[in-house]
């Protein structure tokens, strides 16, 4: 594919800067190109150690819902997510993939002197070399709320199938929305306006949970890398608030009907925890998960381990997780649109395969992610196929 059929959409995840969406999409289609979606956050709102973060979490909800859409269209779409000031990394990030367009939304307004304006999209005119297409919405902007509401997310993009996945446990930090209380809930997920027995309630809940005490599991909808609270808002709520870092939970997965990609990707992760057990790690690309088995079943060998269950527990807390974090400390995720830590951690197993065979020895997982992060420049060079 040609870098220069690229179409760059920054988004900032509200309602008002959908309005490019369509615009964006019809460029798509009548040029054949690809959509790249971009949303930038500031860098405080990453964890410095590589966990993720809620801010994040929503990032990637949103950007994975709506190309689940556009590629349910027939559209191809990708989402990446930047860190920094957001005019330059627009600029930045069109010129390293070689943007044939920007497609900006304005809050221009007829009558307004332009040097009043200030905004990111006169940065963006100022210093992007591409061409640059403006839309302007025809409404001001509403207010973002802190919890998403699964109803309007799963709203935007269109019909959606559901599976049950069964219990399993939550990084509290991806759970970003609710259902059908997202207007009413502060970003504590707690009611904005509290009552006697809210309030009450809630303090109950916080003490057994400090002291603990087995809780009932919530009950939450999973759409794209996000989590929504069907029931148990007061135990997410006592739950952040005590910092546990994750929350046992019965959850039902949507997947956008028409989008292949997704349904093929769910087929085999389901497939995959049935083999091994493990219920923490999602991959964007399907191909990712046999091979994934296959380093489980490899490392198994190697430790003596008897069972592949057993294996693939030690597999997940010895070799997945710590690289998972080193891959993100990295930021390799942005030299991959699109991918997750588990497609890249294929990527480092087959540098370590290929350089075992030239050199005869054993690379150590910490110095292979150290040699994949050194070897890739730009966006550009790391857009290649994962081996075969």
Known sequence: MDDSRII?????????????????????RAHGWELLLLHVLPTRAMDPTGAVTSPEARARTYLDGVTSRLRADGVRARGVIRTGPVAATIVAEAHEIGAAMIVLGTTMRSGLPRALLGSVADEVIRDATCPILLVRPDSAAPELKPVRSFDADAAR??????????????DISRIIGSV?????????????????????RYEKIRDRMENGEPMPPVVLYKLGFGFYVLDGNHRVAAARALGQTEIDA??????????AEAEQAFNERRAFEHATGITR???ALPETYRRLIQLIDEYGGVTDLESRFEAARVWYSQVFRPMARRIRLHGL???????????????????????????????AWPDAVDMLAASVDSPRTARARLPE
């Open 250 to 259: 019965e959850v039902t997965e949507f997947i956008v009907l028409g989008d």
């Open 281 to 283: 790690v999602e991959a």
């Open 157 to 170: 993009v269109g019909p959606l199938s559901q599976r049950s996945l069964g219990l399993r446990g939550v």
């Open 8 to 28: 760059l959409v920054p988004l900032d995840l509200s309602p008002l800067g959908e309005v490019k969406l369509p615009v964006a999409e019809e460029e798509a």
């Open 333 to 363: 995720a942005e030299r991959f649109p699109g991918e997750r830590s588990a497609d890249i951690l294929v990527r480092i197993a087959e540098l370590r395969r290929q350089a075992a065979s030239e050199t005869g020895g054993d690379i």
């Open 180 to 200: 059908g209380r997202a207007q009413s809930l502060g970003a504590d997920f707690r009611p904005i306006v509290r009552t006697r027995s809210d309030d009450s």
